[in-house]
């Protein structure tokens, strides 16, 4: 049995990163100034040179950490959580889901607002009138 652990792929964890944000390989490689080829021949290397995958890890918004400990199962976890939690299970009014204010106020002060403004119109046109 073996303790030698695997290596990581830092090829294969740009281009699942890179697939989950959407991504197409030729608008990454534009995005870091090198060729759709040269951007595949990356994914396909198991080791990426220090400066490219800091441009690349910039493109993704990670960490280099992040790309060279990347998991799917990880990623998979989390938003599992997130959602799970966010969710807070169809509660209304929970943690995530409450007004800081009245809004029936809020509609009653704009209204006041649109009659104060149209009343001023009013009192403007009359004056108008009454110059001419």
Known sequence: ?????????IGRNI???????GM??????????????????????????TKKLKEIAKILGVTID?????SEETVFSYYNNFYDNSSNHNQVNGPNNYCTFNPLEKVVELYERLVQVEKEKVEYLEKLLKGK
Do not use: P
């Open 66 to 70: 992040a790309i060279e400990n990347f």
């Open 24 to 49: 197409k390989q030729d608008a990454f490689a534009e995005a870091i100034g090198i060729s759709q080829q040269s951007f595949s021949s990356i994914e396909g290397s198991e080791e990426v040179e």
């Open 1 to 9: 049995m073996s303790t030698a652990t695997k290596r990581k792929h």
């Open 15 to 21: 281009s699942r990163m890179r697939e989950l944000r």
